[in-house]
């Protein structure tokens, strides 16, 4: 059973769902069992770029991973607000003015820090039991509350004649067609999202995402050793806490380290190069908080 990452560079067009389908396909048709698999956070079918696939007892760090920070790039094309925020909606307002990149630069420190952010009405937030992209749709009036969340850095990365691109690194439930419409706004205008690429989600990078092609490679034969990326490669972010096979058997059976020297915090407890839980120090005692249930190679 395999456990741990495949780093999807997700084209567009494509769900998310719909890739964690082609993952399960070719897992299937590679003459794996019923494999678990699950997504690091959704990215839009006109959104491309990294979206990580966990796979087997990965699937139990998938909640970190949507609650991870996220970088994007994204272009603004000034001019038109649609419906949508993005190119798939229809024009509901105009503007001549086309600011330039010395005057986007100027604004962008407004939108840097902990801000205040409408979500879009397309959106797959829920909306008394419903999405609202779905209740938008259908035309029906629906309130969405505006929430808080946190820009850590905003810059320009080029400008041409179709818009202004933008590279954000964000926290959780930002969203990117909110920010150029509110950006759009602040400069006395109006825009859209044309191009969106998430960069990084977490500790993945554009550098360790692959194809779709590659991924159906695995469904013809190629090795998974050759796509999948191990469990720990989505903790690498927190330290790392070393476990002799005694502390291990007891982390394995839930209970409580105590008289340990780490500071305070999450740590990945691992059994030699294994991990075996999730586990959160304060004041030298250690209780899990998730267990992965891996075979131990030193056992």
């Known amino acids: 059973m395999p456990h741990g990452w495949i780093i999807l ?18 897992l299937r048709e590679a003459g794996f069992g019923k494999v678990k698999v699950g ?3 959704t990215l839009d079918p006109l959104a491309t770029g990294v979206l990580p696939i966990a796979l087997g007892e990965a699937t139990k760090l998938c909640g970190r991973m949507l609650d991870a920070s996220k970088t994007y790039a994204f272009t603004i094309a000034f001019g038109a607000e649609t419906d949508t925020l993005d190119l798939e909606g229809k024009v ?19 939108f840097t820090g902990p801000v205040d952010q409408m979500p ?9 039991g419903e999405r609202a992209y779905d209740l938008a749709r259908k035309g029906e009036q629906f309130e ?10 905003l810059e320009i990365e080029g400008a041409e004649d179709a818009g ?29 999202v044309t191009m969106l690429r998430r960069l990084r989600a977490g500790p993945f990078t554009g550098e ?4 779709l092609d590659k991924l159906n490679e695995v469904g013809k034969g190629a090795p998974l050793e050759n796509v999948l990326l191990p469990l720990e490669a989505g903790l690498v972010d927190i330290p790392a ?43 030298g005692s250690a209780t899990v908080v998730r267990g992965f249930n891996l075979p131990d190679v030193a056992e």
Do not use: F
């Not at 360790?208 to 194809?211: H, L, N, T, V």
């Open 9 to 26: 560079d997700k084209p567009l067009e494509l769900g998310s769902t719909q890739a964690v389908g082609a993952v399960k396909r070719n």
């Open 39 to 41: 997504h690091g956070g």
């Open 92 to 110: 509901i307002a105009t503007s001549d003015v086309r600011p330039t990149p010395a005057q986007v630069a100027a604004v962008l420190p407004r």
């Open 120 to 128: 879009p009405a397309y959106s797959a937030l829920m909306v008394d």
């Open 144 to 153: 969405l509350k505006c929430r808080r969340v946190t820009i850590h850095s």
């Open 164 to 192: 202004i691109t933008l590279v954000a690194h964000v926290s959780k439930g930002t969203y990117m067609r909110s920010l150029a419409r509110d950006i759009a706004r602040a400069l006395g205008t109006v825009g859209h």
């Open 208 to 211: 360790q995402a692959i194809s």
């Open 241 to 283: 806490l070393d476990l002799g096979p005694e502390q291990a058997s007891m982390v394995r059976q839930g209970r409580v380290l105590t008289g340990l020297p780490q500071t305070d915090g999450l740590h990945w407890a691992r059994s030699g190069t294994v991990p075996v839980a999730l586990v959160e120090l304060a004041g």
